[in-house]
């Protein structure tokens, strides 16, 4: 597996509402610049998505994969994993961590691994990677703080 990638930003918002934001998957592509598509193809008992297919459009990098998910309990934690290998992907797995702040809003850190089908030279894809967590980060801070602010 590739060595991980982790990254954290602070959201203005309780980890309730920000865990509401990352598992209303369907809504992704109104959010998120290289997402196309997110269809939940399966469901837990108590409705959270377990498996999800995604259509990825990021100029040079398009690709079509199911991700599976688990949660803990209290949604402080939401992670997954690639279901099988996709066109450009080997393997995937990455984790939100939530943690609440003193002031009311939320810690988010991304963990990120990514095997790539296509061969890239190290200091190419750590750069990519950062550049996907960075822009995954922001749009979701961004998301949280407007649907909060609407509320």
């Given at each position: 597996?590739?060595?991980?990638?982790?990254?954290?930003?602070?959201?203005?918002?309780?980890?309730?509402?920000?865990?509401?934001?990352?598992?209303?998957?369907?809504?992704?592509?109104?959010?998120?610049?290289?997402?196309?598509?997110a269809e939940v193809v399966e469901e837990y008992e108590d409705g959270y998505a377990s498996q999800v297919r995604f259509v990825l459009d990021a100029g040079v990098?398009?690709?079509?994969?199911?991700?599976?998910?688990?949660?803990?309990?209290?949604?402080?934690?939401?992670?997954?994993?690639?279901?099988?290998?996709?066109k450009m992907q080997k393997a995937q797995r990455g984790a939100y961590d939530l943690v609440a702040t003193a002031d009311g809003g939320t810690t988010v850190t991304y963990t990120l691994e990514v095997e790539l089908?296509?061969?890239?030279?190290?200091?190419?894809?750590?750069?990519?990677?950062k550049m996907i967590m960075d822009a995954a980060l922001k749009q979701l801070k961004r998301r949280v703080e407007a649907t909060g602010a609407a509320q």
């Open positions: 597996m590739a060595d991980s990638s982790t990254q954290s930003i602070m959201i203005g918002a309780s980890p309730d509402r920000v865990a509401a934001v990352i598992c209303d998957f369907p809504s992704y592509p109104e959010w998120t610049d290289a997402i196309r598509e990098l398009a690709d079509e994969y199911v991700l599976a998910y688990a949660y803990a309990e209290d949604l402080s934690r939401v992670e997954w994993h690639l279901v099988a290998p996709s089908a296509v061969g890239m030279i190290g200091m190419f894809r750590r750069k990519a990677e």
